[in-house]
C-alpha cells in the first residue's frame, strides 16, 4: 500500500434529500441546497474526490478527499449524483445488497426509503462511483456470532462482485459497530479497506481497517463543513 503524509478527509452521509420529502428522526438527511454548496466549496478549495480503489493503485492527488454514503438509498441516484457528475467528482457507496427498503430503520418507526435499484447501481459504477459493502440485511455485526457474521460479511461481498463483475475493496461497518473479531473477518474476506463511523485514529493511514469519517449532519453548516475537511 503506499504511504503519504498527507491525511485524507473521509466524509459520510447517508441521504441527500429534496425539500419536500419525508426526513425521519434519525436526522440522517442533509438537503441538497447544501450538498451542492459542499460539493462547490470542495471544487473551488481544490480538492480532487477519490476513491479506495483510487488509493489502492496509489493514485493519490495533493489535496484529495472521499465523499462516502453509507446504505444505498436512492436519492443517492436521484439526487446526489447529478451534483457529483456536475462538479466531476467520484464518490464511495457502501451498499446493503439484499434490502428494497431501509427495513432495519423502518422497525424503529423510521420512513420507507427505497435503495437503489442494479440500473442505477451498473450506471454510476460505469461513471466511476466505487461500491462497497456494508453487510447483506445491514445487521449489527457485533450482535452476530462469528459465523453469522461471515456470512452477511462474505454475503455482500459476493453480491456486489457478481453485480459489477469487478473485485469489491472496501467495506463500512454498520452502525460503525466494530471489534477486533469483525475486523478479522473482514480481512479475511479480501477487503483491503474497513471503513468506520467515529472510531479509529485521525489518520488515514494508521489503521486502513478503522478508517474514521467525518459525518455531515443536517444542520452542518459551511464554517464547520470547511474545519472538517481541513483539518
Ligand atoms: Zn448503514
Known sequence: MPMTT?????L???RIVKKNESIGRHKIHVFEKNFYKQ???LKKAGFTAITFEDIA?????????IITFDDGYEDNYRTAFPVLKEFGFKAVIFLVTRLKRNEWGIAEGEPAIDMMNDEMITEMNQYGIEFGGHTMYHKDLKKLSLDEAHNEIAGCKADIEEKLHKKI??????FGAINSNIIKIVTECGFE???STNTGPENFFEDVFQIRRKEIHPHTRMFSFRRKVNK
Open 169 to 174: 475493496i472496501s467495506f463500512a461497518y454498520p
Open 6 to 10: 498527507t491525511n485524507i478527509p473521509v
Open 39 to 41: 460539493m462547490s466549496y
Open 193 to 195: 479497506y474497513g471503513i
Open 12 to 14: 459520510l452521509y447517508h
Open 57 to 65: 493503485k496509489g493514485n493519490i492527488p495533493e489535496k484529495p478527499v
